[in-house]
Protein backbone atom coordinates (compact mmCIF):
# COMPACT_ATOMS: atom_id res chain seq x y z
CA UNK A 1 0.00 0.00 0.00
CA UNK A 2 1.21 3.28 -1.37
CA UNK A 3 1.94 6.31 1.26
CA UNK A 4 0.11 8.95 0.90
CA UNK A 5 0.91 12.19 2.00
CA UNK A 6 -1.67 14.25 3.54
CA UNK A 7 -1.04 17.90 3.32
CA UNK A 8 -2.04 20.37 5.87
CA UNK A 9 -4.14 23.35 4.51
CA UNK A 10 -2.29 27.12 5.01
CA UNK A 11 -4.49 28.63 6.94
CA UNK A 12 -5.53 31.39 5.24
CA UNK A 13 -4.07 35.33 6.34
CA UNK A 14 -5.81 36.91 9.07
CA UNK A 15 -6.46 40.02 6.57
CA UNK A 16 -8.70 41.44 9.52
CA UNK A 17 -6.12 41.60 12.47
CA UNK A 18 -3.31 43.09 9.84
CA UNK A 19 -5.51 45.82 8.04
CA UNK A 20 -6.70 46.79 11.58
CA UNK A 21 -2.20 47.35 12.65
CA UNK A 22 -2.09 48.95 9.21
CA UNK A 23 -4.78 51.32 10.28
CA UNK A 24 -3.58 51.92 13.78
CA UNK A 25 -0.55 52.70 12.66
CA UNK A 26 -1.72 55.53 10.55
CA UNK A 27 -4.19 56.61 12.89
CA UNK A 28 -1.40 57.25 15.77
CA UNK A 29 1.85 58.16 13.02
CA UNK A 30 3.39 61.67 14.59
CA UNK A 31 1.85 63.58 11.86
CA UNK A 32 -1.73 62.34 12.61
CA UNK A 33 -1.00 63.09 16.19
CA UNK A 34 0.18 66.66 15.81
CA UNK A 35 -3.09 67.44 13.77
CA UNK A 36 -5.41 68.54 16.25
CA UNK A 37 -2.05 71.08 17.97
CA UNK A 38 -1.79 72.01 14.49
CA UNK A 39 -5.36 72.60 13.46
CA UNK A 40 -5.55 74.59 17.04
CA UNK A 41 -2.70 77.05 16.59
CA UNK A 42 -3.48 77.70 12.93
CA UNK A 43 -7.02 78.97 13.80
CA UNK A 44 -6.55 80.84 17.59
CA UNK A 45 -2.23 81.85 16.52
CA UNK A 46 -1.23 82.13 13.24
CA UNK A 47 -4.48 83.90 11.44
CA UNK A 48 -5.13 86.23 14.16
CA UNK A 49 -1.17 87.28 14.33
CA UNK A 50 -1.36 87.01 10.17
CA UNK A 51 -4.51 89.67 10.44
CA UNK A 52 -3.34 91.82 13.18
CA UNK A 53 -0.18 92.29 11.44
CA UNK A 54 -2.17 92.91 7.84
CA UNK A 55 -3.38 95.78 9.88
CA UNK A 56 -0.13 97.79 10.17
CA UNK A 57 -0.39 98.10 6.44
CA UNK A 58 -4.11 99.12 5.70
CA UNK A 59 -6.08 102.08 6.84
CA UNK A 60 -8.59 103.15 9.35
CA UNK A 61 -11.28 105.48 8.36
CA UNK A 62 -12.81 107.59 10.24
CA UNK A 63 -15.99 105.71 11.58
CA UNK A 64 -13.29 103.13 13.06
CA UNK A 65 -13.47 100.51 9.67
CA UNK A 66 -10.03 99.15 8.64
CA UNK A 67 -9.15 98.62 5.02
CA UNK A 68 -7.75 100.06 1.76
CA UNK A 69 -5.56 101.36 0.86
CA UNK A 70 -2.66 99.86 1.33
CA UNK A 71 0.29 102.20 2.97
CA UNK A 72 3.76 101.90 4.86
CA UNK A 73 2.80 105.10 6.64
CA UNK A 74 2.96 103.92 10.08
CA UNK A 75 6.15 102.55 9.84
CA UNK A 76 7.28 105.44 8.53
CA UNK A 77 6.01 107.42 11.32
CA UNK A 78 7.22 104.86 14.10
CA UNK A 79 10.69 105.82 13.18
CA UNK A 80 10.40 109.22 12.48
CA UNK A 81 9.12 110.02 16.10
CA UNK A 82 11.99 110.18 18.56
CA UNK A 83 9.24 108.93 21.71
CA UNK A 84 8.64 106.03 19.37
CA UNK A 85 12.20 105.13 18.77
CA UNK A 86 13.24 105.98 22.46
CA UNK A 87 10.96 103.64 23.63
CA UNK A 88 12.36 101.14 20.83
CA UNK A 89 15.66 101.15 22.11
CA UNK A 90 14.28 101.07 26.39
CA UNK A 91 12.62 97.36 25.08
CA UNK A 92 15.88 96.74 23.39
CA UNK A 93 18.28 97.91 26.64
CA UNK A 94 15.85 97.00 29.20
CA UNK A 95 15.66 93.30 28.01
CA UNK A 96 19.03 92.54 27.37
CA UNK A 97 20.39 93.53 30.39
CA UNK A 98 17.97 91.63 31.82
CA UNK A 99 18.82 88.60 29.64
CA UNK A 100 22.66 88.84 30.58
CA UNK A 101 21.84 89.55 34.34
CA UNK A 102 19.44 86.38 34.22
CA UNK A 103 22.60 84.26 32.82
CA UNK A 104 25.12 85.44 35.14
CA UNK A 105 23.10 84.44 38.26
CA UNK A 106 21.89 81.27 36.82
CA UNK A 107 25.33 79.94 36.38
CA UNK A 108 25.77 78.62 40.05
CA UNK A 109 22.01 78.06 40.57
CA UNK A 110 21.93 75.89 37.66
CA UNK A 111 25.25 74.44 39.29
CA UNK A 112 24.12 73.56 42.22
CA UNK A 113 20.88 72.38 40.63
CA UNK A 114 22.89 69.66 38.49
CA UNK A 115 25.82 68.89 41.31
CA UNK A 116 24.46 69.34 44.49
CA UNK A 117 23.16 66.85 47.17
CA UNK A 118 19.47 65.71 46.98
CA UNK A 119 18.40 67.87 49.32
CA UNK A 120 20.21 71.28 48.24
CA UNK A 121 18.53 70.33 45.15
CA UNK A 122 15.25 70.23 46.03
CA UNK A 123 15.32 73.48 48.43
CA UNK A 124 16.76 75.33 45.14
CA UNK A 125 14.13 73.65 42.67
CA UNK A 126 11.26 74.75 44.63
CA UNK A 127 12.75 78.40 45.43
CA UNK A 128 12.95 78.51 41.27
CA UNK A 129 9.79 76.91 40.38
CA UNK A 130 7.74 78.52 43.48
CA UNK A 131 7.16 81.92 42.01
CA UNK A 132 5.82 80.66 39.14
CA UNK A 133 2.55 79.71 40.97
CA UNK A 134 2.08 83.36 41.84
CA UNK A 135 0.31 85.99 39.72
CA UNK A 136 2.48 88.11 38.07
CA UNK A 137 0.03 91.08 38.91
CA UNK A 138 0.82 89.65 42.90
CA UNK A 139 4.23 89.76 42.30
CA UNK A 140 4.68 93.52 40.76
CA UNK A 141 2.74 95.10 43.98
CA UNK A 142 5.09 92.82 46.11
CA UNK A 143 8.25 94.72 44.59
CA UNK A 144 5.90 98.18 44.64
CA UNK A 145 6.01 97.85 48.45
CA UNK A 146 10.18 96.47 47.89
CA UNK A 147 10.83 99.32 45.92
CA UNK A 148 8.56 102.31 47.44
CA UNK A 149 10.38 105.32 46.73
CA UNK A 150 10.07 106.66 50.40
CA UNK A 151 11.25 105.73 53.63
CA UNK A 152 8.48 103.09 53.67
CA UNK A 153 9.80 101.31 51.35
CA UNK A 154 11.04 98.11 52.48
CA UNK A 155 14.68 98.20 50.56
CA UNK A 156 15.00 102.04 51.70
CA UNK A 157 13.64 101.13 55.50
CA UNK A 158 16.69 98.72 55.86
CA UNK A 159 19.28 100.94 54.19
CA UNK A 160 18.34 103.83 56.02
CA UNK A 161 17.91 101.96 59.64
CA UNK A 162 21.33 99.82 58.62
CA UNK A 163 23.14 103.80 58.34
CA UNK A 164 23.93 102.96 54.50
CA UNK A 165 21.79 105.74 53.02
CA UNK A 166 21.08 109.00 54.53
CA UNK A 167 18.11 109.45 52.19
CA UNK A 168 15.65 107.17 50.26
CA UNK A 169 16.33 106.10 46.69
CA UNK A 170 14.39 106.47 43.80
CA UNK A 171 14.05 102.94 42.72
CA UNK A 172 10.37 102.64 41.55
CA UNK A 173 9.19 103.77 38.46
CA UNK A 174 12.75 103.33 36.55
CA UNK A 175 14.62 101.07 34.53
CA UNK A 176 16.08 99.36 36.98
CA UNK A 177 12.61 98.99 38.76
CA UNK A 178 11.58 97.31 35.35
CA UNK A 179 14.68 95.03 35.19
CA UNK A 180 14.60 93.63 38.70
CA UNK A 181 11.16 92.92 38.57
CA UNK A 182 11.47 91.12 35.12
CA UNK A 183 14.87 89.31 36.30
CA UNK A 184 12.27 87.76 39.46
CA UNK A 185 9.88 86.83 37.20
CA UNK A 186 11.51 85.42 33.64
CA UNK A 187 14.01 84.06 35.60
CA UNK A 188 13.17 80.22 35.89
CA UNK A 189 13.74 80.18 31.96
CA UNK A 190 16.88 81.00 32.07
CA UNK A 191 17.83 78.41 34.78
CA UNK A 192 15.84 75.32 33.96
CA UNK A 193 17.48 75.02 30.31
CA UNK A 194 20.44 76.02 31.85
CA UNK A 195 20.69 72.97 34.24
CA UNK A 196 19.29 70.48 31.36
CA UNK A 197 22.58 71.93 29.78
CA UNK A 198 25.11 71.19 32.59
CA UNK A 199 23.20 68.11 33.79
CA UNK A 200 24.38 66.50 30.21
CA UNK A 201 28.33 67.35 30.62
CA UNK A 202 30.34 65.07 31.90
CA UNK A 203 32.06 65.65 35.66
CA UNK A 204 35.26 63.53 34.61
CA UNK A 205 35.73 65.48 31.53
CA UNK A 206 36.06 69.00 34.58
CA UNK A 207 37.61 66.70 37.05
CA UNK A 208 40.38 65.93 34.38
CA UNK A 209 41.04 69.36 33.83
CA UNK A 210 41.65 70.26 37.60
CA UNK A 211 44.00 67.25 37.58
CA UNK A 212 46.38 68.87 34.69
CA UNK A 213 45.95 72.06 37.00
CA UNK A 214 43.91 74.16 34.94
CA UNK A 215 42.23 77.09 37.56
CA UNK A 216 38.51 76.92 38.06
CA UNK A 217 38.01 80.12 35.97
CA UNK A 218 39.50 78.17 32.88
CA UNK A 219 37.51 74.96 33.49
CA UNK A 220 34.62 77.17 33.15
CA UNK A 221 35.36 78.92 30.16
CA UNK A 222 37.23 76.03 27.89
CA UNK A 223 34.86 73.49 29.27
CA UNK A 224 31.34 74.60 30.99
CA UNK A 225 30.92 77.27 29.18
CA UNK A 226 31.29 75.90 25.47
CA UNK A 227 29.35 72.75 26.42
CA UNK A 228 26.48 74.27 28.62
CA UNK A 229 26.22 77.45 25.57
CA UNK A 230 23.20 75.30 23.94
CA UNK A 231 20.98 75.80 27.26
CA UNK A 232 22.65 79.58 27.25
CA UNK A 233 21.40 80.36 23.87
CA UNK A 234 17.75 78.83 24.80
CA UNK A 235 17.55 80.59 28.41
CA UNK A 236 18.34 83.67 26.94
CA UNK A 237 15.98 83.68 23.86
CA UNK A 238 13.47 82.88 26.35
CA UNK A 239 14.11 85.65 28.55
CA UNK A 240 15.09 87.81 25.64
CA UNK A 241 11.29 87.17 23.75
CA UNK A 242 9.14 87.49 27.52
CA UNK A 243 11.26 91.29 28.63
CA UNK A 244 10.73 92.49 25.24
CA UNK A 245 6.84 91.92 25.23
CA UNK A 246 6.62 92.28 28.98
CA UNK A 247 3.29 94.29 30.02
CA UNK A 248 2.53 94.24 33.58
CA UNK A 249 5.51 94.64 35.10
CA UNK A 250 6.64 97.94 32.99
CA UNK A 251 3.23 99.29 33.76
CA UNK A 252 2.94 98.66 37.47
CA UNK A 253 6.74 99.50 38.25
CA UNK A 254 7.87 101.16 35.65
CA UNK A 255 5.76 104.02 35.20
CA UNK A 256 5.31 106.63 32.31
CA UNK A 257 9.15 107.04 32.22
CA UNK A 258 10.12 103.47 31.81
CA UNK A 259 7.16 102.25 29.18
CA UNK A 260 7.88 99.42 26.83
CA UNK A 261 6.76 98.60 23.16
CA UNK A 262 3.96 96.20 25.19
CA UNK A 263 2.24 99.35 26.75
CA UNK A 264 2.61 101.04 23.53
CA UNK A 265 0.52 98.49 21.89
CA UNK A 266 -1.81 98.84 24.38
CA UNK A 267 -2.66 102.41 24.21
CA UNK A 268 -2.66 102.63 20.73
CA UNK A 269 -5.58 99.97 20.51
CA UNK A 270 -7.58 100.72 23.51
CA UNK A 271 -6.74 104.02 24.45
CA UNK A 272 -6.32 105.68 21.13
CA UNK A 273 -8.21 103.41 18.95
CA UNK A 274 -6.13 102.85 16.57
CA UNK A 275 -5.43 99.58 15.37
CA UNK A 276 -2.80 100.09 12.29
CA UNK A 277 -0.54 102.07 14.59
CA UNK A 278 -0.77 99.46 17.48
CA UNK A 279 -0.45 96.51 14.54
CA UNK A 280 2.65 98.28 13.44
CA UNK A 281 3.94 98.42 16.85
CA UNK A 282 3.47 94.81 17.63
CA UNK A 283 4.31 93.40 14.23
CA UNK A 284 8.23 95.64 14.72
CA UNK A 285 7.85 93.53 18.28
CA UNK A 286 7.60 90.65 16.89
CA UNK A 287 10.46 91.06 13.89
CA UNK A 288 12.71 92.14 16.83
CA UNK A 289 12.50 88.41 18.58
CA UNK A 290 12.50 86.59 15.51
CA UNK A 291 15.61 88.37 14.66
CA UNK A 292 16.90 87.58 18.39
CA UNK A 293 16.14 84.03 17.95
CA UNK A 294 17.56 83.67 14.38
CA UNK A 295 21.05 85.40 15.21
CA UNK A 296 21.32 82.80 18.86
CA UNK A 297 20.27 80.09 16.45
CA UNK A 298 22.80 81.28 13.97
CA UNK A 299 25.75 81.66 16.43
CA UNK A 300 24.84 78.34 18.04
CA UNK A 301 24.83 76.36 14.45
CA UNK A 302 27.96 78.08 13.40
CA UNK A 303 29.68 76.80 16.88
CA UNK A 304 28.42 73.22 16.20
CA UNK A 305 30.05 72.84 12.75
CA UNK A 306 33.62 74.56 14.18
CA UNK A 307 33.27 71.94 17.23
CA UNK A 308 32.23 69.06 14.41
CA UNK A 309 34.93 69.86 11.46
CA UNK A 310 37.71 70.23 14.74
Do not use: C
Request: no cysteine; charged share 10%; hydrophobic share 55%.
Amino acid sequence: MSDIAIMEPHAPPRRGVSGWKALERRLFSPGILILPLLIFLLIFFFWPAVRLMSFSVMTQNSQGLIGSPFTLAHYVRFFEVDLYQKVLWATIRISLITSVLAAILAYPVATVLVRGNIVTTRIITLIVIAPLAVSVVVRAYGWQLILGNGPTGLLNYMLMNLGLIDSPMTLLFSDAAVIIGSLHIFFPMMVLPLSSALGKIDPNLQQAARTLGAPAWKVFLRITFPLSLPGLVAGFTLVFSLASASYVIPALIGGPGSQMLGNMVEQQVLAVYDWPFGATIATILVFIVILINAVSMRLLGGRRIKASAS
